[in-house]
């Protein structure tokens, strides 16, 4: 099956750094990349969609000042958290959609990453 | 994508058949159903998906009834390792749509 790699799967860093998180398809082209991020025992909520070659389209409330989200090829977005402060600390989850789409078209996942700002 | 609906938690134990309702009554005519297991720390995997009557693959079996307004998940002879969040997705995958997860069902496997 599709393989979505992400790195870093664990990252600490000190509040007012910044922290880049990069979300590679393995085998397969993503048009669509989508970022998310989730608090303990709950559930996924969606950040922002990123399309290849053009502007993410953020969820309301999330400012996109300080998620950057890249696209830049059909295998790789990264989502740099700018200024992390410890209310961001979170799981942060990316997957993409292969190209093409599709009525039945799944949704492969990468690892996650655990931001702790201290 | 269509709103769903699932109970919050469930418990079974080990051995047993387990079977996770998901309710969307909304659903489009092109919608698929798809559903996703995800363990602590970890992404969600996808586990199977249909758009009607039943699917069966080597970890699942999928139900939909004919107005396809819910559907069931079915884990045969299930173990420890099963206990995770499960989630139900509705819809139609495009570069237009928005993913948007549900509150996932909590199964917990005793021995």
């Known amino acids: 099956g599709a393989v979505v790699s992400q790195h870093p799967s664990r990252v600490i860093c000190k509040s007012g750094t910044s922290v880049k998180i990069e979300c590679r398809s393995l085998?397969?082209?993503?048009?669509?990349m989508f970022w998310y991020r989730q608090f303990p025992k709950q559930s996924l909520m969606l950040m922002a969609t990123?399309?290849?070659?053009?502007?993410?389209?953020?969820e309301q409330g999330v400012e996109k000042d300080k998620f950057l989200i890249n696209h830049a090829s059909l295998t790789l977005s990264t989502l740099t958290v700018t200024s992390a402060h410890p209310e961001d600390s979170s799981f942060y989850i990316c997957?993409?959609?292969?190209?093409?789409?599709?009525?039945?078209?799944?949704?492969?996942f990468g690892s996650g990453t655990q931001l702790s700002v201290l | 994508l269509a709103k769903t609906t699932q109970p919050i938690s469930m418990d079974s134990y080990e051995g047993q058949e387990v079977n996770i309702t998901c309710s969307h009554n909304?659903?489009?005519?092109?919608?698929?159903i798809t559903w996703y297991q995800q363990f602590p720390s970890q992404g969600p995997r996808f586990i199977i998906q249909?758009?009607?009557t039943k699917v069966t693959n080597e970890v699942a079996s999928l139900f939909i009834p004919a107005d396809r307004k819910s559907s069931t998940l079915s884990l045969p002879r299930v173990s420890l390792s099963d206990t995770a969040v499960y989630y139900c997705?509705?819809?139609?995958?495009?570069?237009?749509?928005?993913?948007?997860f549900g509150s996932g069902t909590r199964l917990s496997i005793r021995p």
């Open positions: 997705l509705v819809g139609m995958y495009s570069s237009a749509s928005k993913i948007i």
């Open positions: 085998d397969f082209q993503a048009t669509t």
């Open positions: 249909g758009y009607k």
């Open positions: 997957s993409a959609s292969s190209t093409g789409g599709g009525l039945n078209e799944k949704l492969f």
């Open positions: 990123s399309n290849e070659g053009s502007k993410a389209t953020y």
């Open positions: 909304n659903i489009a005519t092109n919608d698929y």
